[in-house]
């Protein structure tokens, strides 16, 4: 199993600009969520799901927009990227609500 | 919604002595409460998790009690060694998501 992958690794982007941050998992998770890595603000919730056509907001959803068409994928879409979503993006997937959440290796995002 | 507080936000022990990390969430109703580590450029990982339905688990070096009346729960590591230097983060599940506290770096010193 290659477990929770995402990509890309690194991304440049210009304000303004839009795209798509890519996670995938191939344990049949029913839950899966989108944090964000800030320096001394610790991990916070963007968007999660609790299965595939089910979405839900999280602690910081705003400028971020999230599907779930199947079971492994979660993509989480920037409309229109800002020098405050400069950050490390972390996917996460998990087999219920009280079991183990495994990690992605994470997606470095700079806009400028 | 669910709030975690954690404290330090920076902890120096020797190696050797013990550390302990603390948290308080604000949900009486959370039931679930791991930690996660996180070394330099890599992704958190589980070290240890505990349901409300226990008030202590031990794990190795590892210990984790939970206090759900004062809405307390604390990490303790002990006999520290160099590679447990990291960050740490508690959490709690509040629904169906879960949510980190600010995360606690722990300096192991020769």
């Known amino acids: 199993n290659a477990g929770v992958t995402q990509t890309p690794k690194f991304q440049v982007l210009k304000t303004g600009q839009s795209m798509t941050l890519q996670c995938a998992q191939d344990m049949n998770h029913e839950y899966m969520s989108w944090y964000r890595q800030d320096p001394g603000m610790g991990l916070r919730l963007i968007h999660y799901?609790?299965?595939?056509?089910?979405?839900d907001q999280g602690e910081v959803p705003n400028g971020y927009n999230v599907s779930r068409s199947t079971t492994e994928d979660f993509p989480l879409r920037l409309l229109s990227a800002a020098p405050s979503q400069t950050s490390v993006y972390f996917c996460?997937?998990?087999?219920?609500?009280?079991?183990?959440?495994?990690f992605g290796p994470g997606t470095r995002l700079l806009v400028l | 919604g669910e709030n975690v507080e954690q404290h330090p936000s920076t902890l120096s022990v020797q190696e050797g002595d013990s550390a302990v990390i603390k948290c308080t969430y604000s949900?009486?109703?959370?039931?679930?409460f791991p930690w996660y580590k996180q070394e330099l450029g890599k992704r958190p990982q589980l070290i240890i998790d505990?349901?409300?339905?226990?008030g202590e688990k031990k794990d190795q070096r590892i210990a984790v009690t939970l206090n759900k009346t004062a809405k307390h729960f604390s990490l303790h590591i002990t006999e520290t060694q160099p590679e447990d230097s990291a960050v740490y983060f508690c959490a709690a599940r509040g629904g169906d998501k879960i949510i980190f506290g600010k995360g606690t770096r722990l300096h192991i010193l020769p």
């Open positions: 996460a997937s998990k087999n219920g609500p009280q079991e183990t959440q495994y």
């Open positions: 949900d009486s109703a959370s039931n679930y």
């Open positions: 505990i349901r409300s339905n226990v």
């Open positions: 799901s609790v299965g595939a056509g089910i979405t």
